[in-house]
């Protein structure tokens, strides 16, 4: 057709990712151009289709999914991320909305309400799950985290928050500088910042405290 949306899925659960792009599939007005489970092939995926739409997770193995966010934006700044996360804390919100994401939605929600997201975004607009709603504030300068809605992690730094990410997915330094990019003296640094911030002196309590604030599913 024409005028289909051409969507791309990042989600690194096979079974959740697959069964969205065959439900979004049936839609005579959706394409699926690329489904992968990892950030890092997103960025590849993303260059080859150009897709208009992009649903992405949240917590997911390897590269930060905001900072992919991020090189997805610079890399195609037509292309509109949506997330779908089982996590709606508001670090997270926060995030979606410093990179000007076009729609957060739980993954409680029932999948037509997934596909109204992606024509709203598509036309133009955007889409926030109604939980997702009732924690920002929308007015004539855009959407932004309603006031007192700040956790501990308000104070960390966005590169600070991806070192605590990837601490709780139980990395070491020399494999986040692989990941990233980075040396191992800057990401050395950077974690260092982020122990003096929390007063968290531990790998394994920053993993714990990462779990309690919801940035990562515990075991």
Known sequence: MANEVRIMLVDDHAVVRESIAERLQRELDFKVVGTTGDPESALVMAAEHKPEIILMDISMP???????????????????????SAFKNDTYIEQALEI???????????VDKVI???????????????????????????AKLGEGAAS????????????????????GKKEIASITGRSVKTIDHHITRLMAKL??????????????EGLAEPE
Do not use: C, W
């Open 152 to 171: 501990r992690l308000s104070q960390l730094s966005r590169r600070e928050l991806e070192m605590l990410a990837y601490i709780a997915q139980g990395l």
């Open 62 to 84: 390897g590269l930060f999914s905001f900072e992919a966010a991020r090189r997805l934006i610079q890399m195609l700044p037509n292309s509109r991320i949506i997330f779908l």
């Open 199 to 212: 007063d968290i002196h531990d790998r394994v309590e920053l993993a714990k405290f990462a779990i309690r």
């Open 116 to 142: 109204r997201a992606i024509r709203d975004v598509a036309s133009g607009g955007a889409y926030f799950s109604e939980e997702v709603r009732a924690r920002i504030i929308v007015d004539s300068k855009g």
């Open 100 to 110: 000007r994401a076009h729609g957060y939605l739980t993954k409680r929600e029932p």
